[in-house]
């Protein structure tokens, strides 16, 4: 941290009383400054400093080397401050949410995404089922095609998460620990990279790249597909995409199968709340389902799988949204564990394809 010195006036015996204690006031400012910037490091954080020591044993590397590098990183206020619980007058629209994802500008970028990638997003679909309109919904959402893959330090980002998640959270526990673990895949990750890992930039959650994939993900659904050997999320479209496309596979995509169905309701009271139960899992037959009062059309009747009822709730004075998704729905919120998230990767998914020329 680099602070500017306040220039201290010259000895003179004219100095006023309150020049003075404009010169105390600054140096009690400088020392408070300093206090805050040592505190804001983990390497004064006892937790931080016996995780890096448990990764260094459990990994076979320098306990002082990784306590430095963990030491290193920096707590940052604002992202503990975007993890925080939503104030409880938060509503949740889909309407809005829709028009953020699905909008021109990022229709457009998606139609020059699918252009100059056509070739790589057919072979990824050929390999792993995964069709190329999902691929394109879901880069889209994350990054907008890889303009807005993050600037924040990651390694100051994961940390912050690990050591100070937000106490108010009610899954503080349980997020702490995720947030480790991401640490630990970060440390190894930015190990076998020649990027010093002060370096790595993210979303404030930890999440890099064109794809926006945590650490773990990286590491486990991460491939090379432009054949250089590297695997680079944060250049390589053709890394992204094959990445995208193995990680839907990897969580069980159907090919073929849609995403979803048109659903009306006409339940209330009991049968609705049953078919709401289970949330976006996967839990009716389609005959089941239409006979509690989620009636479906005749494709959704004939689909062999089981269907989830989801809703998504607008603001206003709209109605709520409802669909009837599928497995492959279910499959899109292992990216992102939000049914709004869902929707939205697949309506801009289609919205590009609409616009792109068909070819043979
Ligand atoms: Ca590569």
Redesign the pocket.
Known sequence: MTTTVAPIPTADASVSLRRSLAVAASLVLLATHALAARSDRYRDHAPAMAFAQQWATDNQQPVDEIQAVVGKAKRLKRVIKLVSPAPKTFQKDWFSYRQRFVEPIRIKAGQRFWARNRATLKLAEAQFGVPAWLVVGVIGVETLYGRYAGKVPTLDALATLAFDFPESHPRAAARSAFFRDELGHFLTLSRSSSTPIEAWRGSYAGALGIPQFMPSSWKKYAI?????????LKN?E??AIGSVANYFAEFGWQRDMPTHFPVTLKAKGRPLKQLLEPDIIPSFQPSEMHALGGQLGGKAKQHPGLLALVKLENAGKRRDTFIAGTQNFYVITRYNWSSYYALAVIKLGEAVQRKMPKTP
Request: no cysteine; hydrophobic share 35%.
């Open positions: 090379d597909f432009d054949g250089d050997g590297i695997v680079d390589s053709a890394d």
